[in-house]
Nanobody, 121 residues
């Protein structure tokens, strides 16, 4: 089994910063892409940022210049540094990973349980 556990969410004032972390554990051979998604009540889940195993990144237009995704391959961890936060960034943030598992070398998508980010105005 593989688990993704997020941390770092919370309440922050507009203009503030938060750093999210997500650690993958379990029977992992390697991890391809990792990413952060978010979902507001009544809305579809959307991609915030993604990063390949080689470090290539892409971002949603709404967060470009404010958020930075990074990863530590040795620790199977992905981070999301969020600066200049706005009230509209208030969402549940989910980590996702494309994992090559150790038991069958297949590629599977895994999700974390989500962490709440609330930005007050």
């Amino acid at each position: 089994q593989v688990q993704l556990v997020e941390s770092g969410g919370g309440l922050v004032q507009a203009g503030g910063s938060l750093r999210l972390s997500c650690v993958a554990s379990g029977s992992i051979f390697s991890i391809n892409a990792m990413g952060w998604y978010r979902q507001a009540p009544g809305k579809q889940r959307e991609l915030v940022a993604a990063i390949t195993s080689g470090g290539s990144t892409n971002y949603a237009d709404s967060v470009k210049g404010r958020f930075t995704i990074s990863r530590d391959n040795a620790k199977n961890t992905v981070y999301l540094q969020m600066n200049s936060l706005k009230p509209e960034d208030t969402c549940v943030y989910y980590c996702a990973a494309e994992v090559i598992t150790g038991w069958d070398m297949g590629e599977y998508d895994y999700w974390g349980q989500g962490t709440q980010v609330t930005v007050s105005s």
